[in-house]
């Protein structure tokens, strides 16, 4: 009888063994999906300036993630700004052999997407840090609006004339493609829902904008 009872117990152990470790396993296999919505605020550089260059916007995008392993992850984001406005006196317009300064108001719209490429450290965890390196494609809708006014027309003898100059708007867009890097954290509230929060600086011919986001998220 004692030796029957000596030979269940390695038997036991082992199937308990194969069945916490299957468990195990379950706890620890990763989601390979996420998907995002944050807020956040936007600094960028306008080059149309000669002073006061770098303005503000709010931040509002969504994003999906896919890992491609544990620690590596493919990131598509889209994204909204509001809409900045400048307004500029004593813009110089030559005007028949003499120079006027005008008032005008600039507006810029920014709808752009982001492709990056991150690393996530750690596995399993309540925190993940994580560094990312990517592009922005972003669509730059500017818009030069001019009201009416009248202003004084200078000349090199030091003479000057008094002008009406019509209201008058011109509008353009462009889109570019700017580099970025950036580097936050994944924090876990629940098994599977996260909040999320990083800074992102865009370059190209010296810093272009910087990005501090939080958002929400869940893995699927």
């Not at 706890?27 to 006061?52: C, E, H, M």
């Not at 030091?158 to 353009?172: C, K, L, Q, V, W």
């Not at 629940?190 to 929400?216: C, M, N, P, Y």
Request: hydrophobic letters at 40%.
């Amino acid at each position: 009888m004692l030796r029957e009872s000596a030979m269940r117990i390695p038997i036991i152990v082992l199937v308990v063994g194969l069945a916490t470790g299957g468990v195990a396993h379950a706890q620890v296999s990763l989601p390979r999906n996420d998907t995002t919505v944050s807020i956040g605020w936007f600094g960028a550089k306008y080059d149309q300036f000669v002073y006061n260059r770098w303005h503000q916007s709010l931040f509002s995008g969504a994003g999906v993630g896919h890992y491609c392993t544990d620690h590596q992850k493919t990131e598509i984001e889209a994204a909204w700004l509001s809409r900045v406005s400048f307004d500029s006196y004593g813009e110089s317009v030559a005007v028949d052999g003499g120079t006027a300064y005008l008032s005008t108001g600039y507006r810029y719209q920014d709808v752009r997407v982001s492709v990056a490429q991150a690393y996530q450290f750690g596995r399993n965890a309540w925190v993940h840090p994580y560094l990312a390196v990517g592009v922005d494609v972003n669509h730059l809708r500017q818009t030069e609006d001019r009201p009416a006014q009248r202003q004084s027309v200078f000349f090199s003898n030091g003479s000057r004339i008094e002008r009406s100059f019509p209201a008058a708007r011109e509008s353009e867009a462009s889109v570019r493609a700017r580099p970025f890097v950036k580097a936050g954290f994944k924090m876990y509230v629940s098994e599977r829902a996260f909040i999320t929060t990083d800074w992102k600086i865009g370059v190209g011919d010296g810093v272009q904008h910087v990005l501090w986001r939080t958002g929400i998220g869940v893995d699927f």
